[in-house]
C-alpha cells in the first residue's frame, strides 16, 4: 500500500514567501518579520500591507491604504438586506460567509483577477468585515446598526461599530494584538482551502467564502469559540482538574490545545497571554485566570499538550465584551489578510491542485 500521509500531515505541497511557522524554534516569521515585533508597535493596517506586498508600508503608502479601508467600512444596503434575512439562531461564521458572498456578487471587479484588481478586493474585504461581524452581534443584541466613524483606526472603529462606545486604550491595544497575531499562519487548513479554490481559477470571493467554511469547524478556527463553551461548562478553577480528568477519560480533544505544527506550544501565545493578562487586571478578572491557569497546568502534567492561540484568545474576546459565537467571525476579519496574500500568491504561480487518492472499495464489478 502507498505510504498515506493522513491529513497530508508532514507534507510539503508549495512554496510561500508570505509566512515562515517554524516549529523547531518556535518562531512566526510575517515577511521576515517575527510576529512578536509586528505586535508590539505595527496597527493592524501596516501588518495587512506588509502581507500583501511583501514590505511594510511608506508614510504615504499607509495614508492612502488608510483612506481607503476607511472609504469601504460602511455595510452596503444589499449586504446589510442579506445579513437581515439570516435567522439570529444561525450561527454567526454563515452569517459573515453569506455576507462575504452576497458582497463578491455586487463587486464589478469579481471576475478580473488581474492583480490590481484582486488587491483592490482584498482591500475592500479587509474594510468591510468588520461592519458585518458589528452588525450581526448588535442585531443578535435587539441593537441598531452603529455607522463607522473615520476618525478612528481599524481596531478603535471595530470596537465602536459593535459596541457603540470608544473602547479604552488597553481594550484597543489587545484587540489590534489579536487581529496581527491571527493574520496569517502559512498553509493552515483555511488558508489551503483558499488555495485549492484559486488554483481552479476560481475567483477571490469564492475562496474567501470556501476558506469561512473551513475556519469554522472546531478544529481550527472554531476552537476560539469552543474554548469559552468549556471554561463555562467547568464553572471554576476548583473543578477543572476533575473536569479534564473526566474529559480525557471520554477520550474528548480539549479545545485550545494541540497543534498540526508546534508541538512545544504555539510561538503566538505568550504575546496573547500577555495581552490577556492586561485585560484581566483591567476588569479585575482573577478568577478567569485561575481557570485558565489550572486548565492548562492540568492538561500539561496529564497530556504534555500546551495551548494554541485560541486558548488565550476565546477569553480575551469575552473581556473585551463579544458574545461567544462572534469570537470566530473575527478570527475571519483577521485571517481575510493572510487568505487573500495566499490568493494572489496562488494566482502568480498556479497550478491546479488535485492530489491522488488509493482506492479501497469494491474490485470491478458488473450488474446482473
Ligand atoms: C488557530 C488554530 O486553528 S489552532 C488549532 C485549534 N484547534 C483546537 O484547539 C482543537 C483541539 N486540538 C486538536 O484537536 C488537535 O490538537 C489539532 C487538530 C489542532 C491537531 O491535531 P493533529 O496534528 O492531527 O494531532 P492529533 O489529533 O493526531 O493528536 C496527536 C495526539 O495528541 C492528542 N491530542 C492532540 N490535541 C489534543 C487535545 N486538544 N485534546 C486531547 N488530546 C489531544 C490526540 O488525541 C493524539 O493522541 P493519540 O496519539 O493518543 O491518539
Ligand atoms: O496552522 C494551523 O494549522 C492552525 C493555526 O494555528 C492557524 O491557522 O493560525
Given at each position: 500500500?502507498?505510504?498515506?500521509?493522513?491529513?497530508?500531515?508532514?507534507?510539503?505541497?508549495?512554496?510561500?514567501?508570505?509566512s515562515k511557522v517554524?516549529?523547531?524554534?518556535?518562531?512566526?516569521?510575517?515577511?521576515?518579520?517575527p510576529v512578536q515585533e509586528l505586535a508590539a508597535g505595527r496597527?493592524?493596517?501596516?501588518?495587512?500591507?506588509?502581507l500583501w506586498h511583501g514590505e511594510l508600508p511608506t508614510p504615504d503608502e499607509?495614508?492612502?491604504?488608510?483612506?481607503?479601508?476607511?472609504?469601504?467600512?460602511?455595510?452596503?444596503?444589499?449586504?446589510?438586506?442579506?445579513?437581515?434575512?439570516t435567522p439570529v439562531t444561525s450561527h454567526p461564521m454563515d452569517v459573515v460567509r453569506t455576507a462575504v458572498s452576497v458582497l463578491g456578487a455586487?463587486?464589478?471587479?469579481?471576475?478580473?483577477?488581474?492583480?490590481?484588481?484582486?488587491?483592490?478586493?482584498?482591500v475592500s474585504l479587509f474594510a468591510a468585515v468588520p461592519a458585518m461581524v458589528a452588525y450581526d452581534q448588535r442585531r443578535r443584541r435587539g441593537q441598531e446598526l452603529v455607522p463607522p466613524r473615520d476618525d478612528l483606526d481599524y481596531s478603535q472603529n471595530f470596537l465602536w461599530m459593535t459596541f457603540g462606545e470608544e473602547a479604552t486604550p488597553t481594550a484597543v491595544d489587545v484587540f489590534r494584538i489579536s487581529m496581527v497575531l491571527y493574520a496569517e499562519h502559512s498553509f493552515n487548513a483555511s488558508?489551503?482551502?483558499?488555495?485549492v479554490v484559486t488554483?481552479?481559477?476560481?475567483?477571490?470571493?469564492?475562496?474567501?467564502?470556501?476558506?469561512?467554511?473551513?475556519?469554522?469547524?472546531?478544529?481550527?478556527?472554531?476552537?476560539?469559540?469552543?474554548v469559552m463553551h468549556v471554561f463555562d461548562e467547568i464553572g471554576g478553577a476548583d473543578r477543572a482538574e476533575a473536569w479534564l480528568d473526566r474529559a480525557l477519560a471520554e477520550k474528548r480533544k480539549i479545545m485550545g490545545f494541540g497543534h498540526r505544527v508546534y508541538k512545544n506550544g504555539d510561538s503566538r501565545v505568550p504575546t496573547m497571554k500577555a495581552a490577556l493578562d492586561r485585560l484581566i487586571a483591567e476588569h479585575r478578572a482573577q478568577e478567569l485566570l485561575a481557570l485558565y491557569e489550572t486548565l492548562a497546568t492540568a492538561m500539561d502534567a496529564r497530556k504534555s499538550?500546551?495551548?494554541?492561540?485560541?486558548?488565550?484568545?476565546?477569553?480575551?474576546?469575552?473581556?473585551?465584551?463579544?458574545?461567544?459565537?462572534?469570537?470566530?467571525?473575527?478570527?475571519?476579519?483577521?485571517r481575510v489578510t493572510g487568505w487573500t496574500a495566499h490568493i494572489m500568491e496562488q494566482r502568480a504561480a498556479n497550478a491546479l491542485i488535485r492530489p491522488l487518492s488509493e482506492y479501497v472499495g469494491p474490485e470491478e464489478r458488473h450488474l446482473p
Open positions: 500500500m502507498t505510504d498515506i500521509k493522513k491529513g497530508l500531515a508532514g507534507v510539503v505541497v508549495d512554496t510561500t514567501a508570505i517554524n516549529p523547531e524554534t518556535n518562531s512566526l516569521l510575517y515577511r521576515g518579520y496597527s493592524f493596517e501596516e501588518v495587512a500591507w506588509l499607509l495614508a492612502g491604504f488608510e483612506k481607503a479601508e476607511r472609504a469601504g467600512r460602511a455595510l452596503a444596503p444589499h449586504v446589510k438586506a442579506a445579513i437581515d434575512l455586487g463587486d464589478p471587479r469579481a471576475e478580473d483577477s488581474s492583480p490590481e484588481a484582486e488587491l483592490a478586493k482584498a488558508t489551503f482551502t483558499a488555495r488554483s481552479t481559477l476560481s475567483d477571490l470571493h469564492s475562496a474567501v467564502v470556501a476558506a469561512i467554511g473551513a475556519l469554522k469547524g472546531p478544529l481550527h478556527g472554531g476552537a476560539n469559540e469552543a499538550i500546551k495551548p494554541n492561540l485560541d486558548y488565550p484568545s476565546g477569553p480575551a474576546y469575552r473581556l473585551l465584551g463579544f458574545d461567544t459565537e462572534m469570537f470566530t467571525p473575527l478570527f475571519v476579519a483577521s
